[in-house]
């Protein structure tokens, strides 16, 4: 996906503006709360629909403004395309092509960005939900109809969690949601797999670039049951046996303890937990390597380049890994967008274009221009 | 005028009950009713007195009827052994405009939704389990959504009715009539693939 331009109007504190980025890196550089990230939260929502940093759409419409709007012109597979973003009254409209489109649609295929945020860096120690985030990022990022697919295992389980909190004793109604979660949640589990299996190599080869000859490893973990179980039908299986032989315990504490909302990405260097051995420097490889993985992985997948959004990471990072991200930004093909507030964190890299924000006002290049 | 209060302002507020109605419609409905003849006005009120005061459900089937047994039920020529289970009354109407099917009905009204607090009892499945106990019932066929609800909906019937002796079977999804294969989202395709028949 490449942006060739885009239209910004009553967008957070950005200034109306028409903005066409260069074919390689873009540098938004200013002080903090002047408006750099909104420039980037506005190419993701291009591509996704949504932004990482609310859920409340009238969050994204300027102050004493009706509607936030977004005309992006976009190269997706050769092709241009139109993407229209409304947010209005509390509601989003997305429309590709003059036409309304979810975020879901497979038509969408390759409206693709990769987004690195400072909370990144704390992927190793979080919570296995953004761990899980990441693994279904990467599956969403070459294929949106999964969106949908993780939906409907959602909304089954807290169906299934309603009834446990009422207490209903009905077990025929609890056997038809144990059916229709371990078939739902079969299919998350074996894409799972699947991504992590495809990310797993360039994760190793990623971080002995950045840091050195240290074996790093990601590995899907779910329960040990269900581990043993292969292909869709037998991951099936093995989840409604589970959800059967835990029913007693999942009634008792009236939620659904089983399944793959529960499973989480074991991180290992040199084959021990990355969480309790690793030092913070290895930890923060990690995670570069694992960002740019997720990066390869979809480039290939999709036979293009999605955009690559950096939000004020370079400050985060040591020389040496900022060197090394830089490095591999300076060889990749497609749009890099990056926020800094010092300009010198950022080399002299190829096709390079900087702009200054100045209060949600966008200007090229700005003081002590290279 | 001002419109407070009075009877305009009761009927925008009535009418903007209405699924689908703003304030804005509501108030455009209600002035041209104003200004419509005073019989088409008196009209429009007596089919709604009339609807609420002649219209009441089934007892067998729980469709919406004038009669007790509706006319469906009272058919003899359709086949009392096929039940086709649908969600809403309006899908009766939808499948019967296809003029296809020969058998009876049996309207849930609504589908297992526990995040919006309905369960079973709040739907008509005692009565479909009590109508399928008999030996009239042989086969009966789920209509509902291709939802995650109107499935899990499908598939608890099936457990219920399957144990009675009873074959069940759901209506087939897939790429509709007329429809591009190219232009269909995966999951139609997959389904449609799933639930090929031979030719």
Same mark, same amino acid.
């Given at each position: 996906?490449?942006?060739?331009?885009?239209?910004?109007?009553?967008?957070?504190?950005?200034?109306?503006?028409?903005?066409?980025?260069? $074919?390689?890196?873009?540098?938004?550089?200013?002080?903090?709360?002047?408006?750099?990230?909104?420039?980037?939260?506005?190419?993701?929502?291009?591509?996704?629909?949504?932004?990482?940093?609310?859920?409340?759409?009238?969050?994204?419409?300027?102050?004493?403004?009706?509607?936030?709007?977004?005309?992006?012109?976009?190269?997706?597979?050769?092709?241009?395309?139109?993407?229209?973003?409304?947010?209005?009254?509390?509601?989003?409209?997305?429309?590709?092509?003059?036409?309304?489109?979810?975020?879901?649609?497979?038509?969408?295929?390759?409206?693709?960005?990769?987004?690195?945020?400072?909370?990144?860096? *704390?992927?190793?120690?979080?919570?296995?939900?953004?761990?899980?985030?990441?693994?279904?990022?990467?599956?969403?990022?070459?294929?949106?109809?999964?969106?949908?697919?993780?939906?409907?295992?959602?909304?089954?389980?807290?169906?299934?969690?309603?009834?446990?909190?009422?207490?209903?004793?009905?077990?025929?109604?609890?056997?038809?949601?144990?059916? *229709?979660?371990?078939?739902?949640?079969?299919?998350?589990?074996?894409?799972?797999?699947?991504?992590?299996?495809?990310?797993?190599?360039?994760? !190793?080869?990623?971080?002995?670039?950045?840091?050195?000859?240290?074996?790093?490893?990601?590995?899907?973990?779910?329960?040990?049951?269900?581990?043993?179980?292969?292909?869709?039908?037998?991951? !099936?299986?093995?989840?409604?046996?589970?959800?059967?032989?835990?029913?007693?315990?999942?009634?008792?504490?009236?939620?659904?303890?089983?399944?793959?909302?529960?499973?989480?990405?074991?991180?290992?260097?040199?084959?021990?937990?990355?969480?309790?051995?690793?030092?913070?420097?290895?930890?923060?490889?990690?995670?570069?390597?694992?960002?740019?993985? !997720?990066?390869?992985?979809?480039?290939?997948?999709?036979?293009?380049?999605?955009?690559?959004?950096?939000?004020?990471?370079?400050? !985060?990072?040591?020389?040496?890994?900022?060197?090394?991200?830089?490095?591999?930004?300076?060889?990749?093909?497609?749009?890099?967008?990056?926020?800094?507030?010092?300009?010198?964190?950022? $080399? *002299?890299?190829?096709?390079?274009?900087?702009?200054?924000?100045?209060?949600?006002?966008?200007?090229?290049?700005?003081?002590?221009? $290279? | 005028?001002?419109?407070?209060?009075?009877?305009?302002?009761?009927?925008?507020?009535?009418?903007?009950?209405?699924?689908?109605?703003?304030?804005?419609?509501?108030?455009?409905?209600?002035?041209?009713?104003?200004?419509?003849?005073?019989?088409?006005?008196?009209?429009?009120?007596?089919?709604?007195?009339?609807?609420?005061?002649?219209?009441?459900?089934?007892?067998?089937?729980?469709?919406?009827?004038?009669?007790?047994?509706?006319?469906?039920?009272?058919?003899?020529?359709?086949?009392?052994?096929?039940?086709?289970?649908?969600?809403?009354?309006?899908?009766?109407?939808?499948?019967?405009?296809?003029?296809?099917?020969?058998?009876?009905?049996?309207?849930?009204?609504?589908?297992?939704?526990?995040?919006?607090?309905?369960?079973?009892?709040?739907?008509?499945?005692?009565?479909?389990?009590?109508?399928?106990?008999?030996?009239?019932?042989?086969?009966?066929?789920?209509?509902?959504?291709?939802?995650?609800?109107?499935?899990?909906? @499908?598939?608890?019937?099936?457990?219920?009715?399957?144990?009675?002796?009873?074959?069940? @079977?759901?209506?087939?999804?897939?790429?509709?009539?007329?429809?591009?294969?190219?232009?269909?989202?995966?999951?139609?395709?997959?389904?449609?693939?799933?639930?090929?028949?031979?030719?």
């Amino acid at each position: 996906m490449r942006l060739r331009a885009i239209r910004i109007r009553g967008w957070r504190n950005l200034e109306t503006v028409t903005f066409s980025p260069g $074919p390689r890196v873009t540098v938004f550089h200013g002080d903090n709360g002047q408006g750099k990230t909104n420039f980037l939260e506005a190419a993701y929502f291009l591509a996704e629909f949504r932004s990482w940093r609310t859920k409340t759409a009238p969050d994204l419409v300027q102050w004493g403004q009706q509607a936030a709007r977004l005309d992006g012109q976009v190269e997706v597979g050769g092709l241009d395309r139109k993407v229209e973003i409304e947010v209005a009254g509390g509601r989003k409209t997305t429309r590709v092509d003059g036409k309304t489109a979810r975020r879901d649609a497979t038509s969408l295929r390759g409206l693709a960005v990769v987004l690195f945020v400072p909370e990144d860096l *704390q992927l190793p120690r979080a919570a296995p939900a953004a761990r899980r985030a990441f693994v279904d990022r990467s599956i969403f990022g070459v294929d949106r109809g999964y969106y949908a697919e993780a939906l409907a295992y959602q909304r089954v389980l807290r169906s299934r969690n309603a009834i446990l909190r009422q207490g209903l004793a009905d077990g025929t109604l609890l056997d038809t949601y144990d059916d *229709q979660l371990a078939r739902l949640g079969a299919r998350l589990v074996v894409r799972r797999r699947d991504v992590v299996s495809a990310l797993r190599p360039r994760v !190793e080869a990623l971080f002995e670039r950045i840091h050195g000859p240290l074996s790093a490893e990601i590995r899907y973990h779910g329960h040990a049951e269900v581990e043993k179980a292969e292909g869709e039908s037998g991951v !099936e299986s093995a989840l409604a046996e589970g959800l059967r032989t835990r029913r007693g315990l999942d009634q008792r504490r009236r939620f659904t303890g089983f399944g793959p909302h529960t499973d989480d990405l074991a991180i290992r260097l040199d084959g021990r937990l990355a969480v309790e051995h690793g030092s913070q420097g290895q930890l923060r490889s990690l995670v570069l390597a694992m960002k740019l993985a !997720e990066l390869a992985y979809v480039h290939e997948a999709l036979g293009e380049a999605p955009i690559l959004l950096l939000d004020d990471v370079a400050s !985060e990072l040591d020389q040496r890994r900022r060197q090394q991200l830089f490095e591999t930004i300076a060889g990749l093909p497609g749009q890099t967008f990056i926020t800094v507030t010092d300009r010198t964190f950022v $080399p *002299q890299l190829p096709g390079r274009e900087d702009f200054s924000v100045v209060a949600g006002r966008l200007a090229p290049g700005g003081p002590g221009a $290279p | 005028m001002s419109a407070s209060g009075g009877p305009i302002a009761r009927l925008i507020q009535q009418l903007g009950k209405l699924p689908g109605i703003g304030q804005k419609t509501a108030a455009r409905l209600a002035f041209h009713i104003l200004r419509a003849s005073p019989e088409d006005a008196v009209d429009l009120a007596c089919a709604i007195t009339e609807l609420r005061a002649r219209i009441r459900l089934c007892g067998v089937c729980w469709d919406f009827t004038e009669d007790e047994p509706c006319a469906i039920c009272r058919d003899a020529r359709r086949d009392t052994a096929l039940v086709c289970v649908v969600a809403q009354p309006q899908d009766v109407i939808a499948i019967e405009r296809t003029g296809g099917y020969r058998g009876r009905y049996h309207v849930l009204h609504g589908v297992l939704s526990p995040l919006d607090g309905i369960g079973p009892e709040d739907l008509r499945i005692d009565e479909l389990i009590r109508r399928c106990g008999g030996n009239e019932v042989k086969e009966v066929i789920v209509a509902t959504n291709p939802s995650v609800e109107g499935e899990t909906t @499908s598939v608890y019937l099936s457990k219920l009715l399957r144990p009675l002796g009873i074959k069940v @079977s759901r209506i087939a999804t897939g790429v509709p009539m007329g429809g591009e294969l190219e232009y269909a989202d995966r999951l139609t395709l997959a389904r449609a693939i799933d639930g090929r028949r031979e030719i």
